[in-house]
C-alpha cells in the first residue's frame, strides 16, 4: 500500500508468506496447480526464476480427495527402480491401500508441475502436506492466507432441509393406481 | 341414531377422502375431516371438506370444494415431457439432487418412463446424472436394501469421486498413456450433458 513507510513496503514485497489450502473434496491437480504457482512465486509481479521469491504452502484434508471421473481406478503412477524388472505400475486405488492418507498423491501432482531444474527440490521443502485438519502450532502461526477451493462441493440429499425440499416444485404427478415410490 | 350418523358420516368422510402425494392418510379431527396440505399439492378435481349440520331430527352432510391454493403451474405446460414443461432442459447437472431425487425410487433405482412421463432422451440424461450422483454419493439414503446380517467379503475402500462416468469396476487402468499426441485420456462427466448451458467462458473438457 503506498501508505506504507519504505521499510514495510520493502518487507511486505519480499517477505515470505505462508498460504493455507483445504483439500477437502478437491480434485489432487486443481490442488497442485494452485500450489505450484505459489511455490515458484509466480503469482507476485516482482517474480524472478533466480530470485527465490516462492512462498510456503500448507495442505490440509488430503485424506478426503477426490478424483473426477475413474481416476482411481485409471490412473497409473510408474516408477522404475533401476534394476532389471524393476518397472513398477500402481493406479490410484491401489496407492490409496498403501497410503490412505493420500499425501504420496498430492506430494506427486505438485512435484511433477513444478518446474524440472534444481529449484524444485527446495520448493517441495516449502510444501508442507497434511492429512487431515491438525496442524502444529508453529505452521499455525505462521498461516497468513488461505485459498479459495478451486471447486464447489455439491451438497448431499441429506443436506438439504426439509423445507427446501418442499419448496422444490414437482415436476410430475404419478397416477394414482401407481405404488411402489 | 345420533351415533349411527355419526358412523355414517364417518364412512362417507373416508370415502370421499383423497390421499396425499405421499400417499399418508390425512388426519381425521372428529367428525370434520379437514386434510393437512402440504406446499406439493397434486393437482386433482379439489379436496372436499365434509361438513356435517344437524337441525334438530335432520343431519345434513355436505362436502363442500375447499379452495386450494393452485400448485405452481408450469411454465410450458403445453409439452409433454415434464423437463420440458418446466423449461430445464439443458440446465440440470448431477448435482441437482432435489430435481433427480423425483425420479427415483427408495432404492435408488429409476423409475419407468411410462410412468414419469419423459421423452427418451431425457430419461437417458436423467439416468446418466443419476448414476453419477450415485457414484459421487450425493444420494446416501437411497441404497438398495441388504438382507438382514449381510456381512460384505471385503470392506470396499470409500474413495471420493464426482463426474464419474464409467462404474467402479468396468474400468481397467491405462498402463501405457501413449505421447502427448496420441495419448489415451480418461473420461470426465458424459457426452449426453455437453449441450449443457455454460455461464462461464471455459468449455466443458470431457478428456482429462
Known amino acids: 500500500m503506498s501508505s506504507f513507510s519504505r521499510s514495510a513496503q520493502q518487507w511486505a514485497t519480499f517477505a515470505r508468506s505462508w498460504f493455507l489450502i483445504d483439500a477437502k473434496m478437491q480434485p ?85 508441475m513444478l518446474p524440472k531444474n534444481l529449484h524444485r527440490r527446495t520448493m517441495m521443502q516449502r510444501l508442507h502436506i497434511f492429512p487431515d485438519d491438525e496442524l502444529p502450532d508453529d505452521i499455525r502461526a505462521n498461516l497468513t492466507e488461505e485459498l479459495p477451493q478451486p471447486r464447489e462441493i455439491p451438497r448431499k440429499l441429506s443436506e438439504y432441509t426439509q423445507e427446501e425440499i418442499d419448496a422444490f416444485p414437482r415436476l410430475w404427478t404419478p397416477p394414482e393406481d401407481y405404488k411402489m415410490k | 341414531m345420533a351415533t349411527r350418523s355419526m358412523l355414517r358420516s364417518v364412512w362417507t368422510s373416508f370415502a370421499g377422502l383423497k390421499l396425499g402425494p405421499t400417499g399418508t392418510n390425512v388426519k381425521l ?14 393437482q386433482s378435481r379439489g379436496i372436499r371438506q365434509v361438513v356435517e349440520k344437524q337441525e334438530g331430527k335432520t343431519t345434513t352432510v355436505k362436502g363442500q370444494i375447499l379452495d386450494i391454493p393452485a400448485a405452481p403451474q408450469p411454465p410450458n405446460p403445453a409439452a409433454k415431457c415434464p423437463i420440458y414443461k418446466w423449461n430445464l432442459q439443458n440446465k440440470y447437472n448431477y448435482t441437482d439432487v432435489l430435481l433427480l431425487s423425483q425420479f427415483i425410487r427408495s432404492d435408488g433405482g429409476m ?31 437411497h441404497k438398495p436394501k441388504l438382507p438382514e446380517g449381510h456381512v460384505s467379503k471385503k470392506p470396499k475402500p470409500q474413495l471420493n469421486r464426482y463426474l464419474t462416468r464409467w462404474s467402479i469396476d468396468s474400468v481397467k487402468p491405462i498402463y501405457k498413456t501413449g505421447l502427448k499426441w496420441c495419448k489415451k485420456r480418461m473420461a470426465v462427466g458424459h457426452p449426453a450433458l455437453k449441450n449443457n448451458v455454460r455461464y462461464g467462458v471455459k468449455p466443458l473438457y470431457l478428456k482429462h
Open chain 1, 28 to 112: 489432487p491437480g486443481k490442488i497442485a496447480t494452485m500450489c505450484s504457482v505459489r511455490l515458484q512465486g509466480k503469482h507476485k509481479p516482482i517474480y524472478h526464476a533466480l530470485s527465490d521469491c516462492g512462498d510456503h504452502v500448507v495442505v490440509i484434508n488430503t485424506k478426503h480427495i477426490a478424483f473426477s471421473g475413474n481416476k482411481w481406478e485409471q490412473k497409473v503412477y510408474s516408477s522404475h527402480t533401476g534394476y532389471p524388472g524393476g518397472f513398477k505400475q500402481v493406479t490410484a486405488a491401489q496407492l490409496h491401500l498403501k497410503d490412505p492418507k493420500h499425501l504420496t498423491i498430492v506430494k506427486l501432482a505438485v512435484y511433477g
Open chain 2, 29 to 42: 379431527q372428529q367428525r370434520i375431516n379437514t386434510p393437512q396440505l402440504s406446499a406439493l399439492t397434486i
Open chain 2, 111 to 141: 423409475l419407468p418412463r411410462r410412468i414419469t412421463g419423459l421423452c427418451p432422451e431425457e430419461h437417458r440424461k436423467i439416468v446418466i446424472c443419476v448414476q453419477m450422483a450415485h457414484r459421487a454419493g450425493l444420494l446416501p439414503d
